[in-house]
C-alpha cells in the first residue's frame, strides 16, 4: 500500500513540475519587476538631484560674482573687475548709454570713480541684498537690490549714499559666470517683482 502511495504522490507532482517552474518564471519576472521598477525610479530621481545640485551650485557662483562685483570696486582692482564681465558684454544704467565691452567697461567705471562727481567720502563700501537668481542651462537672468555705503562724519558711523537695483544676464563660459549685461537703476523701486 505504501509504494502505491508513493506512486500516486509522486505521479501528480511530476504533472505539476512544468506548471511549479512556469509559476516561478513568473513569480521570478514579478520580483524582477518589482526590483527594477523602484531602482529605475531611483536613477530617475538621482538625475533630477543632479539637475538640483547644479542648479544650486549654479546660484552659488553667481552669488559669488555679486560679492565680487562689490569688492573689487572697493578695492580699486580693475584688473579683476573687469574680469567679471564677458568680453561682449554691456553695462550701465540711468539716462546714459550702455557700455559695450569688457575693457571700456572696465575704463568707465575706473574714470567715474577716480573722479567721484559725487564728491562721497571714503571709504566706501558696496552691498548687495534680495537676489532673484534664474537659471537656465549656461544663462541665467538676476534681479538684486544694492546700496553703496560711506562713512558720516556727524555720526562717526555710516550712511546710505546710494540705493540702485540690478538687473542681469549672466553667462557661464569656461566654467564660469560672468555679467552678460548689467543695468542699473537708481533709486527706491516703485514695485520689487
Known sequence: MSASVERRSAAPRHRLAPIVAGAA????????????????????????????????????QILDLFTAYGAT?????????????????????GAGPLVHGRAAI???????????????????????????????GDRATARSLG???????????????????????LVRRDGRWLFLRRAIHGGIPATIR
Open 106 to 136: 572696465r575704463a568707465s567705471l575706473e574714470s567715474i570713480i577716480a573722479r567721484n562727481p559725487a564728491n562721497l567720502p571714503k571709504p566706501d563700501f558696496h552691498l548687495y541684498f534680495n537676489p532673484t537668481i534664474e537659471v537656465t
Open 25 to 60: 518564471i513568473a513569480s521570478g519576472i514579478v520580483v524582477l519587476s518589482l526590483v527594477a521598477r523602484p531602482l529605475l525610479a531611483r536613477t530617475q530621481a538621482h538625475d533630477t538631484v543632479l539637475e538640483r545640485l547644479q542648479r544650486l551650485e549654479d546660484r552659488e
Open 147 to 169: 546700496a553703496y555705503v560711506v562713512p558720516d562724519a556727524g555720526t562717526k558711523g555710516a550712511r546710505l549714499a546710494i540705493f540702485v537695483t540690478y538687473e542681469d544676464v
Open 73 to 93: 570696486l572697493d578695492r580699486g582692482d580693475f584688473a579683476a573687475f573687469e574680469a567679471l564681465f564677458a568680453e561682449d558684454a554691456e553695462y550701465g544704467g
